[in-house]
């Protein structure tokens, strides 16, 4: 399984665009990246989910390199909503055993 | 739309005693997984089961054991509970169609150990 390598905290302010990026070196071939976002005492929450190149959503943009080591989350004008703690997994669509490494803290100030 | 539920959302037990966790997969789902995530730690994966079968195992110690029916509940079984099992315990499901597998959590279920 691919480890994941992600910065431990992040500050930002409201309105900001903030960029987390995971690194995954020993990504796999059949290897799908996704991004979840999770609340104290809440069940971690889908993000995003993508392959290759970019993928859009409501709420944010994932960025995928051709060598596809590494991915960008990208949260457009954040709010203080936004401060959680953000997980990058790299899984085997084929696989069972979805790992979480070290999210994430993201904090947003006013 | 339907989510991930988990009974009960919180149960407090004393030393060596036994708890029961059951989880209620997305409708159609057919994997379940449990994860273990303690105060200020990430979550950590224990088992998981795909058609009512084991499918995986994680860092889940030999007094916890869990199962899937066939109406894909699961429950997760833990007896002898220490202190150090309080934590939140998730159940997440996927459908495992093969193509970007996208796992979905509960609330959890809060165990606290006295």
């Known amino acids: 399984l691919a480890k994941t390598t992600q910065p431990i905290s992040m500050d930002s302010y409201e309105g900001q665009e903030v960029n987390i990026t995971c690194s995954h070196n020993n990504i796999a071939t059949n290897d799908y990246i996704t991004w979840y976002q999770q609340f104290p005492s809440q069940g971690p929450r889908f993000i995003i989910q993508g392959y290759k190149t970019k993928v859009k959503n409501e709420v944010a943009s994932l960025f995928i390199p051709a060598d596809r080591k590494s991915s960008t989350l990208s949260l457009p004008r954040v709010s203080l909503s936004d401060t959680a703690v953000y997980y990058c997994l790299v899984g085997d669509d084929g696989g069972f055993k979805t790992i979480f490494g070290a999210g994430t803290r993201l904090f947003v100030k006013a | 739309a339907a989510g991930v539920i988990q009974s009960p959302r919180h149960l407090i037990k004393e030393k060596r005693e036994t708890a029961t966790l059951k989880c209620y997969p997305i409708p159609r789902h057919d994997t379940v997984y449990w994860y273990q995530q303690g105060p200020g730690q990430d979550p950590q994966f224990l088992i998981s089961f795909y058609e009512k079968m084991q499918s995986d195992k994680g860092s889940i110690p030999d007094r916890f054991s869990a199962q899937q029916f066939s109406d894909y509940h699961s429950e997760l079984n833990m007896s002898s509970l220490e202190l150090g099992d309080s934590a939140l315990y998730f159940c997440?499901?996927?459908?495992?169609?093969?193509?970007?597998?996208?796992?979905?959590f509960g609330e959890g279920s809060w165990l606290t150990v006295v």
């Open positions: 997440a499901s996927s459908s495992h169609s093969g193509k970007g597998n996208t796992i979905y």
